[in-house]
């Protein structure tokens, strides 16, 4: 079954808007981080965030690891926010730890 | 200090070539992994590595191969490429497999094949 699910899929705000992406996942991912990749495809690590709650910025971030779900705040959004957001949890694969992630929220900011 | 560097950038291969991508680890870290990007998908697992020893391999067909050199910089190899291979591989470093200390990816390899 699917083990990240991200949603919305795809956001439109107008710049000053605030949003909110949220992302399920399984009992057999941990360790979750989000990622911001940028129109160039650079995957930025924004927070890693197995549970509780941290902030940065205009950005913050929660996970309810008993609920199994991860919330990604974004505030006074910028154009320069726009791109696609994933949320990634690692898993075990023998000895490896894998990053299995969602399949993404394209987000769009207007000016 | 540098990031995650990956080279080539892009490339242009024909179906049934060979390719072969290369990254260069933040210094310190001894775990290199890659992932496949397909247009409009989330990254998918390929392979990790870690002091030089393969640790894990995602779903991916033995055309898909990889190695890390004692500097810690590692190679993906693809044989027999296929139309379906067009994708944006990413390599990502950190300290240890474990993923405490979490991931950084390079800026990718945009692989078309025609």
């Known amino acids: 079954g699917i083990q990240v699910e991200q949603s919305p899929p795809d956001l439109i705000l107008q710049e000053g808007a605030n949003s909110t992406l949220r992302c399920n996942f399984s009992?057999?991912?941990?360790?979750l981080q989000w990622f911001h990749q940028n129109p160039w495809g650079q995957l930025i690590n924004l927070f890693y965030?197995?549970?509780g709650t941290k902030q940065n910025g205009r950005l913050s971030a929660t996970t309810v690891a008993t609920e199994r779900y991860s919330l990604l705040y974004i505030s006074s959004s910028q154009t320069t926010d726009s791109g696609v957001y994933f949320c990634?949890?690692?898993?075990?694969?023998?000895?490896?730890?894998?990053?299995?992630f969602g399949s993404g929220t394209q987000l769009t900011v207007l000016p | 200090d540098a990031g995650v560097t990956q080279s080539p950038t892009h490339l242009i291969k024909t179906r049934g070539q060979h390719v072969t991508l290369r990254c260069s680890p933040i210094?310190?870290?001894?775990?290199v992994s890659w992932y496949q990007q397909v247009l409009g998908q989330g990254p998918q697992f390929i392979f990790q590595?870690?002091?030089?020893?393969?640790?894990g391999r995602g779903n991916f067909p033995d055309r898909f191969s990889a190695r890390q050199f004692p500097n810690y910089s590692s190679e993906l190899n693809v044989n027999a490429l296929l139309l379906g291979d067009s994708a944006l591989y990413l390599c990502?470093?950190?300290?240890?497999?474990?993923?405490?200390?979490?991931?950084?990816f390079g800026s990718g390899t945009r692989l078309t094949v025609v």
């Open positions: 990502a470093s950190s300290l240890e497999p474990q993923l405490f200390y979490g991931y950084t």
């Open positions: 009992d057999s991912v941990n360790n």
């Open positions: 965030i197995p549970s």
């Open positions: 990634a949890g690692a898993i075990s694969s023998g000895s490896a730890r894998q990053l299995t």
């Open positions: 210094s310190g870290h001894k775990s």
């Open positions: 590595y870690y002091e030089k020893e393969e640790r």
